[in-house]
C-alpha cells in the first residue's frame, strides 16, 4: 500500500515563495508517475504539475507555468513542488498523489493514491 505524507504549507504573502514536500513509501517510487494537485473552499479538486518516475517528463496547468516547479528526489522517496511568486488564488489545499505509469498524466481521476493535504494561505 502506497502512502503519502505532505508538508510544508503555511500562510505567506503575495509574491512569496513555499516548497511543499511529499514523501513516498510502500512501494517502488520510480515505478509511480507523482502530480500535484489544489482544491480551493467550494471548488473541485484541480490539476497543477506532475513528473515522471525518472524525472524526465513534467507538465503543468496554466496557471501556474513559470512559477511552480515539480521536482523529485528518488534517493529519498520525495518530490517536491517549489513556488514561486504565489498569489492570493493559488490559496488551497495542496496533496500530492502517485499513480503506477510510465507516461505523466494530468485527471485526477487517473491517480490511486492521495496524501492529507497541506494548507497553503496567500495573503494580499
Known amino acids: 500500500q502506497v502512502q503519502l505524507v505532505e508538508s510544508g504549507g503555511g500562510l505567506v504573502q503575495a509574491g512569496g515563495s513555499l516548497r511543499l514536500s511529499c514523501v513516498f513509501s510502500g512501494r517502488t517510487f520510480t515505478s509511480y508517475v507523482m502530480g500535484w494537485f489544489r482544491q480551493a473552499p467550494g471548488k473541485e479538486r484541480e490539476f497543477v504539475a506532475t513528473?515522471?518516475?525518472?524525472?524526465?517528463?513534467?507538465e503543468y496547468t496554466d496557471s501556474v507555468k513559470g512559477r511552480f516547479t515539480i521536482s523529485r528526489d528518488n534517493d529519498k522517496n520525495t518530490v517536491y513542488l517549489s513556488m514561486d511568486r504565489l498569489k492570493p488564488d493559488d490559496t488551497a489545499v495542496y496533496y500530492c498523489?502517485?499513480?503506477?505509469?510510465?507516461?505523466?498524466?494530468?485527471?485526477?481521476?487517473?491517480?490511486?493514491?492521495w496524501g492529507q493535504g497541506t494548507q497553503v494561505t496567500v495573503s494580499s
Open positions: 498523489a502517485s499513480v503506477r505509469s510510465i507516461v505523466i498524466t494530468a485527471p485526477t481521476r487517473r491517480y490511486d493514491y
Open positions: 513528473i515522471a518516475g525518472n524525472g524526465g517528463s513534467t
